[in-house]
């Protein structure tokens, strides 16, 4: 929230001089590294759009080119595009031409739905990007908004050229109000609840109906409400009372499923019982048990002994003592 706070403070005389300067020479700081950044996004755009990808911009990088005065005032640490899963290896040649390297994620096809590559400057990382071919890992919420749909409502954001895209208001306070939940275990951090209180203030009567009737068919009014209700609780939201009241139960086996992310503290492998009960296949369950239990021996020797020639089945089994700690322990 740093640049926004300066930003706010300006020349205010009943805050401490030494606080004003720290704070503007940090903002303008961060301004510069922006300019940067957005020379290298346009870059990106254009290397995407040659290939015929249409990449559409979600999350942070989206928002401060449509809903923050300058660029400058959202912080963020990574570049989100969104994009049809058949443009993968499209993307993912565009970024290594550019630079780019994989940070090593686990690949497999039923435990990850984005990928992160970073382009380091005199070894230093520089410009992250992480690209997005399901709205969100976990099983119960990867299907939400599919690329077609998100890419049939995009909006144009000028400000990045001519053929740049980012999602239109509805589904952006759709993905913002999940992705805290989802992804973040209803973290409270301020910068994603500002993000839902610009967005749900521009929304109109119609709009707020048919985000409404949206969330409640797809499982997800219970997240939105209370993502919603945390952003009015610090920023002063002004919500209908459609969103206020309690959402009509469409979904209740998803609502019940989804809901459950709200519960701050559980354990890991709770998420993974999600996972495996949002999968309707035995087939596909048993699958991505394999790819938790067996990722690929290249993403298990850059993680685990980049530098050793140590057996795969060493590997796997101390990824097994990890794991396990891991999984039980809590959010």
Not at 225 to 231: D, Q, T, V
């Amino acid at each position: 929230m740093l640049p926004l706070v300066a930003e706010r403070i300006g020349s205010r005389w009943d805050v401490p001089a030494g606080l004003r300067t720290g704070l503007s020479t940090e903002a303008r700081r961060y301004a510069a590294f922006d300019v940067a950044r957005e020379t290298e996004l346009r870059r990106l755009l254009t290397a995407f759009e040659a290939q015929g990808v249409q990449a559409v911009l979600f999350k942070g990088a989206h928002l401060a080119y449509s809903h923050y005065a300058r660029p400058d005032l959202r912080p963020r640490a990574d570049t989100d595009f969104f994009i049809a899963h058949a443009d993968r290896r499209r993307v993912f040649d565009v970024l290594g031409a550019l630079g780019y390297q994989g940070t090593g994620h686990v690949t497999g096809t039923l435990v990850m739905y984005q990928a992160a590559y970073v382009k380091r400057r005199d070894g230093a990382p520089w410009h992250v990007v992480d690209v997005h071919w399901k709205i969100a890992n976990p099983q119960i919420f990867a299907d939400l908004l599919s690329y077609d749909e998100l890419a049939a409502a995009a909006v144009p954001l000028p400000a990045l050229g001519p053929g740049a895209l980012g999602l239109s208001d509805l589904h952006a306070l759709v993905v913002a109000c999940v992705h805290r939940v989802a992804h973040h275990h209803d973290a409270d951090t301020l910068i994603w609840l500002y993000d839902i209180h610009l967005l749900a203030s521009r929304m109109t009567p119609a709009s707020w109906e048919t985000f409404v009737d949206l969330v409640e068919t797809r499982g997800v009014a219970r997240i939105c409400r209370h993502s919603l209700e945390r952003a009015a609780a610090e920023f002063g939201t002004r919500l209908p009372a459609s969103v206020a009241a309690e959402p009509q139960v469409r979904q209740p086996i998803k609502e019940m499923m989804t809901g459950t992310y709200l519960n701050r503290g559980r354990p890991h492998f709770e998420e993974v019982v999600g996972d495996l009960r949002a999968l309707r296949r035995w087939r596909d369950r048993l699958q991505l048990v394999a790819q938790h239990a067996f990722p690929s021996a290249e993403y298990m020797r850059g993680h685990y002994a980049p530098s050793s020639h140590a057996p795969l089945a060493i590997l796997y089994a101390r990824r097994a003592i990890h794991g396990a700690r891991k999984w039980l322990a809590r959010s």
